[in-house]
């Protein structure tokens, strides 16, 4: 029942999402964290079990295991994409491949260019018909967002579609060279994925020996939800050194306040793409009960950060070192290190929450 619930909610969020393009961003992170974050895990659990059977053998095509285990026939040329989720548009043209995308969904905003190509919906109710009308060589979706139905009804239809499952920012980067062997972009991907790698690797060095921090990912303020530890979200935290105070199985727990109070985290996280509109939010927190007795918030001890670490894609990592300098300024005072842009970005977001 609470399955059904939620994706009334998100089908509505779909359907109406067209007529509120010029709505505020916080209306529209509102509506993304749904789609993101509102799939329970025992779905998500069945979504694999059930997955529509093996594709017959097409002549000319090759075969692929996708990554929720499902065997996937690709045509030997794919010239034409469809993606059903933001992180995988952001792939897609990260890799050079975005000539090749057909159409995507409503939420792909990133790059610009995605923003210009034919919709085919939202991602948890995408319109079947507007993605086979669009003639894709192969779909692709995500485990997190997409619905067991869509891939389905699409398979039924004869269209390929691999499925990704990201669960860490390593598997974000597995999920760079798989799409990369399907395509065939494996010269654009291997060295992508080594240099996020690599970046990933002089953050460690970076921050070796520091203590982690306590902190606390605001998904959602009402009611309070967070991460659990099996999301790609606290693999990110705990690779810019820290660990959230909530250590749940669930993948997105809702706690009490009762327990934050308790657990005191040392920062609070939000997710944001425009920082200086989320202070107003922060400043409505800081007139509410329970909120105005967390010691983070007292001490101006938040981050807001790019709202990046909420798509398992490339720019992950650009949020991960963003978090990692908000966590440990002490361990970039050196020259040598990350973008100074990157750097003032994470200053910006920390100073305009205090």
């Known amino acids: 029942m609470e399955f059904e619930s939620n994706l009334c909610i998100l089908n509505s969020a779909n359907t109406n999402f067209a007529k509120k393009r010029t709505a505020v961003?916080?209306?529209?992170?509102?509506?993304?964290?749904?789609?993101?974050?509102?799939?329970?895990?025992?779905?998500?659990?069945?979504?694999?079990?059930?997955?529509?059977?093996?594709?017959?053998a097409i002549p000319?095509?090759?075969?692929?295991?996708?990554?929720?285990?499902?065997?996937?026939?690709?045509?030997?040329?794919?010239?034409?994409?469809?993606?059903?989720?933001?992180?995988l548009t952001e792939i897609v043209f990260a890799l050079g491949e975005g000539d090749?995308?057909?159409?995507?969904?409503?939420?792909?905003?990133y790059p610009a260019e995605a923003t210009r190509?034919?919709?085919?919906?939202?991602?948890?109710?995408p319109n079947l018909e507007q993605v086979v009308a669009l003639s894709p060589d192969l779909v692709f979706a995500t485990k997190a967002i997409n619905r067991r139905e869509t891939v389905d009804g699409l398979a039924r239809l004869r269209v390929p579609v691999y499925v990704t499952d990201p669960h860490s920012v390593e598997d974000m980067?597995?999920?760079?060279?798989?799409?990369?062997?399907?395509?065939?972009a494996e010269k654009t991907a291997t060295p992508l994925a080594d240099g996020l790698r690599e970046r990933l690797s002089n953050l460690d060095r970076r921050i070796a020996g520091t203590v982690p921090r306590?902190?606390?990912?605001?998904?959602?303020?009402?009611?309070?939800?967070?991460v659990g530890r099996r999301t790609f979200i606290a693999d990110a935290l705990r690779r810019?050194?820290?660990?959230?105070?909530?250590?749940?199985?669930?993948?997105?727990?809702?706690?009490?306040?009762?327990?934050i109070l308790r657990l005191q985290p040392e920062f609070l996280v939000f997710a944001s793409a425009h920082a200086r509109e989320t202070q107003h939010d922060i400043d409505s927190l800081r007139t509410r009960q329970g909120w105005r007795e967390l010691d983070a918030l007292r001490r101006g001890n938040i981050v807001i950060v790019s709202d990046a670490i909420n798509r398992p894609?490339?720019?992950?990592?650009?949020?991960?070192?963003?978090?990692?300098?908000?966590?440990?300024?002490?361990?970039?005072?050196?020259?040598?290190?990350p973008s100074t842009a990157t750097l003032e970005i994470a200053q910006e977001a920390c100073a305009c929450a205090r």
């Open 60 to 87: 000319g095509s090759q075969p692929f295991t996708d990554e929720i285990g499902r065997h996937v026939e690709v045509p030997a040329t794919v010239k034409r994409i469809v993606s059903l989720a933001p992180n």
């Open 25 to 56: 961003p916080r209306l529209w992170r509102a509506l993304f964290l749904l789609l993101l974050f509102a799939m329970p895990a025992h779905a998500q659990t069945r979504f694999a079990r059930d997955s529509f059977g093996p594709q017959n």
């Open 214 to 226: 306590r902190v606390l990912f605001v998904v959602w303020t009402t009611p309070l939800i967070t």
């Open 100 to 109: 090749r995308l057909a159409g995507d969904t409503d939420f792909c905003d």
């Open 173 to 184: 980067i597995a999920s760079i060279e798989h799409i990369g062997k399907v395509l065939h």
């Open 240 to 259: 810019a050194g820290a660990l959230s105070v909530v250590d749940a199985k669930a993948e997105w727990p809702r706690v009490s306040f009762e327990e």
């Open 117 to 125: 190509k034919p919709r085919v919906g939202g991602p948890v109710n």
């Open 313 to 337: 894609a490339p720019r992950m990592v650009d949020a991960v070192e963003q978090l990692a300098r908000a966590f440990h300024s002490e361990s970039f005072a050196s020259q040598d290190g």
